[in-house]
């Protein structure tokens, strides 16, 4: 198949087992840049549950092929093709060798071998290993590893890959070899080798049962200084996955290393973690409190996939969020414990409790901004995907996010000590196996005596369920009534066309009394009233009503407690009784709710009043219930900020008939410089009483400190007249010792010079440049903060951001400054991209087809920001659909091509 013809499209229902199994892979590489060999030495048998064929089927891309032997014999009857090689009429059992050659120097994929500041590197998931050898490249085939290195030893000191060390020495001509084993079972997605100058920070630990395990943090030599954090994040991991699941690290070696170059976060080679640097290095001076805790989940999250993922695998990609899912609920549940002190032995239930609360609104923020938003467009699709074109395009939102939601309602369903029965059942079961996700959930159900056939739609079908709540009190018969109703409005054809009926969902309610009190629960039929005060409804009708007895006044709902279930709530709450909730909920995440839909309701008003041109005007009942928060000391400071926090431009956009961003944004701007008025001896206040003196600490207590200072400074910024703010930010600038702060003040600087055009802002810019040449990292935010600024008629951002692509700084090839300059503006700063002229999109189009050439992993997630065009204006819809044209015109790669097509179709 050309690389041009109709994409193929792969389906869930057309699995079949493989007609071979491999159980034993020897891979010899001599490294070099321009032409590595891999020699490839496999045990194959015919599989016993398949069917039989008559010739071997290896996938193997942009290989060169040199050499074939069977059982040692030099074996002719070999075809090599386009998308891999056939072995014609092999025997039941035999040793296959194939040598082969690759270019990793020209590797711009990052997929596959390829050079990153002069090392090597592998990225094997999903379908990267068949650049690098000929495989059965698919998860459900499962072999023991031998790997040796070889490379010139001046060029390539350290030689790495899966396992253990068995040997290393000294060969002719100045070159060395290692030699590596991982006793371990394991799907070729999850092979890697690492060889370069590199130096590591080490640490020996001792694991649970008592053995000594050797944990490594590999980086370049002058980035060591910055490795301390993702050490300790690896290490409070491990304690984590022992006492939380009894799960404990099963290698004598642990290596986590860093490169530049990298498509995403992060990957969790068997013993081998290979990581993008933004989630490794870490420094006050160079990372934030918002980087410190990232590291913190993305260490946590590669090492929870050991077991979740590693161990126990997936059968095919359709079942990428039998792994994922499960592992990003590990990694949110590990953050919230971090942050609630648990690994201190923290007892301080309270603090620990709004600390989860925290960690648990920023989750439910980037799910629904994000992944409702997926749910509504071209790309909807279920958790487990029923097709796919390329698989690198569904790592998406659905089956990560929304994917650890589904999990997380096991535990809901079932309580901690539940989930943790069906964790113990499901390793018991397939440790060791590639299965489904049919198989966890089948170990959940076993291990609590639930039948879950039901709770299977959470995995077939796509889009946002609604939950339209309505409420009925009788005071006579002191009766409180509570009917829930689902579907999914009138949402997206892959959302029609997967429904199958209606969903289990765990729906979390408290009655809350006038007195801002919680009231007992007691539902119809019950003797006694429940001693918690939130119940979790079993919803599993299309419509069903809930009964709640004894109840002795007119009660206020607090709906969906915690985010118990990834829905949308319907409920007609009053403006004065979100005000109420927002100040008496006693569940933190529904407190934090009621602000968000009364700032969105009054948001999206003034957003319609923008688009027809009335003026706008605000409902000061808003500004005084903000100001309540703001100023109520028993809420802590990471709370407040949450609370402060509107909801983002993108969000606001995609809940109005026709997405206007330019209407959201004078909608989102009146309201902060609003709230920056009214308040802004309170602000100035806040920004006083929370400063952080002394050593930088990133504990969850100062982060949150800084967070509401920083959030202060920036509402400051907004006044009409910023001088104070200019004042504070160049002196917060200036004397920070962290990059928190640095960067914040660099921010209102540039926010304040939106409104009056300082200069100090520029001066900032340029200071910050000199300051941190040296620091990719934080030169990646020094264009970050430029491209999502605000921008002005005279100065649009776009003129700056082409300005930027010029800068020596800049390089297309390195994702991470692609996605800090162009990323930044196409998906971030929406007011500025949707600019009238179509000036934004025409950049876009530009950008996606040049990276399509080097990098189509990068590439199609940069095409996605498009793909809600149908939502627009039609002024701005007719030029998205334009720009989208153009781009499917010019494409080659099938990555791009499934988006744009699927975005145009
Ligand atoms: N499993 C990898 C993601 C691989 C993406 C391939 N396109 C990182 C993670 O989720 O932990
Ligand atoms: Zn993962």
């Not at 396992?163 to 100045?174: C, I, K, R, S, Y």
């Not at 059942?425 to 039948?451: I, K, P, W």
């Not at 027809?612 to 903000?626: H, I, K, N, W, Y």
């Amino acid at each position: 198949m050309a690389d041009t013809a109709t994409p193929f499209v792969i389906r869930r229902a057309d699995y079949t087992p493989p007609a071979f199994l491999i159980d034993t892979v020897a891979l010899e590489f001599d490294l070099v840049p321009e032409r590595t060999t891999i020699r490839n030495t496999m045990r194959v048998r015919r599989n016993p549950d398949a069917a039989r064929a008559a010739h071997l089927e290896l996938m193997g891309e942009q290989l060169e092929f040199v050499s074939a032997a069977i059982d040692g014999a030099p074996y002719a009857a070999v075809r090599v093709h386009e998308h891999g090689l056939t072995v014609e009429n092999v025997p039941d059992s035999f040793e296959l060798t194939l040598t082969g050659a690759c270019s990793p120097a020209e590797n711009t994929t990052l997929s596959g071998l390829y050079v990153s500041s002069g090392n090597f590197f592998t990225q094997c998931e999903a379908e990267g290993f068949r650049r690098i050898t000929w495989f059965l490249d698919r998860p459900d085939v499962m072999a023991t590893y031998t790997v040796t290195l070889r490379a010139d030893k001046a060029d390539y000191p350290v030689l790495l890959s899966n396992g253990n060390l068995l040997e290393q020495g000294d060969l002719p001509d100045g070159r060395h070899f290692a030699r590596w084993e991982d006793p371990f079972r394991k799907p070729s997605y999850l092979f890697a080798l690492v060889a370069g100058k590199l130096v590591a920070l080490e640490e020996r630990v001792k694991s649970g049962s008592g053995k000594e395990k050797l944990l490594q943090v590999w980086v370049e030599p002058h980035d060591l200084d910055k490795t301390r954090h993702a050490m300790d994040s690896l290490i409070h991991s491990i304690r984590w996955d022992e006492r939380r699941f009894g799960l404990e690290l099963d290698l004598d070696r642990f290596m986590i290393v860093a490169v530049s170059d990298f498509n995403m976060g992060a990957m969790e080679n068997k013993g081998l973690n290979i990581f993008n640097t933004k989630y490794v290095l870490a420094n006050p001076e160079t990372a934030t409190d918002t980087d410190f805790a990232n590291i913190e989940a993305v260490v946590g999250h590669e090492y929870f996939h050991n077991w979740t993922g590693n161990r126990v695998t997936c059968r095919d990609w359709f079942q990428l969020s039998l792994k994922e899912g499960l592992t990003v609920f590990r990694d949110q549940e590990f953050s919230a414990d971090m942050a609630g002190g648990v690994h201190l032995g923290d007892h301080h239930a309270k603090t620990a409790e709004g600390a989860r609360a925290t960690k648990r609104i920023e989750d439910v923020r980037v799910l629904r901004q994000m992944q409702f938003a997926e749910d509504a467009g071209p790309m909807a699709h279920p958790v487990r995907p029923e097709s796919y074109v390329e698989i690198n395009n569904f790592y998406t939102m659905t089956v990560y996010e929304k994917g650890s939601e589904v999990v997380r309602m096991y535990q809901t369903l079932f309580g901690r000590d539940g989930f943790r029965r069906g964790m113990d059942l499901y390793f018991e079961r397939h440790d060791g196996h590639a299965v489904t996700c049919d198989d966890f959930r089948q170990a959940m159900a076993d291990a609590n005596g639930r039948d879950l056939a039901q709770f299977e739609r959470w995995y077939s079908q796509a889009g946002t369920p609604r939950v339209t709540v309505s409420t009925e009190y009788d005071a006579a018969q002191r009766r409180y009534r509570v009917t829930l109703r689902q579907g999914y409005g009138d949402s997206s054809a892959a959302a029609r066309e997967t429904q199958q009926g209606p969903l289990l969902i765990p729906f979390a309610i408290g009655l809350i009394g006038t007195d801002g009190r919680d009231l007992p629960l007691r539902l119809e039929g019950e003797k006694e009233p429940a001693t918690a005060t939130t119940r979790v409804l079993d919803f599993t009708e299309t419509e069903q009503t809930f009964t709640f007895v004894d109840v002795a006044e007119k009660p206020l709902p607090s709906l969906l407690r915690n985010f118990s279930a990834p829905v949308i709530v319907e409920y007609d709450y009053g403006g004065a009784e979100l005000a109420f909730l927002l100040a008496h909920d006693s569940d933190p995440f529904n407190r934090w709710e009621a602000g968000q839909r009364l700032a969105t309701r009054e948001l999206l008003t003034l957003a319609d009043q923008a688009a027809s041109g009335t003026p706008l005007q605000l409902d000061e009942a808003v500004v005084t219930a903000f100001a309540r928060v703001l100023s109520d000391e028993t809420l802590s400071p990471a709370f407040r900020e949450l609370a402060l926090m509107l909801p983002s431009e993108a969000y606001l956009a995609e809940q109005m008939d026709e997405s206007n961003p330019a209407a959201v944004h004078r909608a989102r701007q009146f309201v902060r410089r609003r709230l920056a008025s009214a308040l802004q001896r309170e602000w100035l206040a806040i920004y006083e009483r929370h400063q952080t003196p002394g050593a930088y600490q990133a504990t969850p207590e100062d982060a949150g400190h800084r967070g509401l200072k920083n959030l202060a400074l920036a509402y400051l910024a907004e006044l009409d007249d910023p001088r104070d703010a200019v004042r504070l930010a160049s002196e917060q600038y200036a004397s920070a010792n962290n990059m928190t702060d640095r960067s914040a003040a660099l921010s209102a600087l540039l926010a304040a010079a939106a409104n009056t055009g300082n200069g100090e802002a520029q001066h900032a810019l340029d200071d910050f440049y000199r300051r941190f040449e040296k620091e990719p990292l934080v030169i990646d935010k020094w264009f970050a903060l430029q491209a999502t600024q605000r921008g002005t008629p005279q100065r649009p951002v776009i003129d700056i951001v082409r300005r930027l692509m010029t800068h020596p700084a800049f390089n297309l090839k390195n994702p991470n400054r692609a996605r800090s300059l162009i990323f930044s503006f196409c998906a971030v700063n929406p007011a500025q991209f949707h600019a009238e002229d179509g000036s934004g999109y025409a950049f876009w189009a530009e950008q996606v087809i040049a990276l399509d050439a080097l990098n189509p992993q990068v590439a199609a997630r940069l095409a996605r920001s498009l793909e809600l065009w149908r939502r627009f204006t039609p002024a701005l819809r007719e030029q998205m659909r334009g720009a989208l044209e153009k781009v499917a015109a010019h494409v080659k790669s099938r990555d791009v091509r499934e988006i744009v097509e699927k975005a145009l179709a």
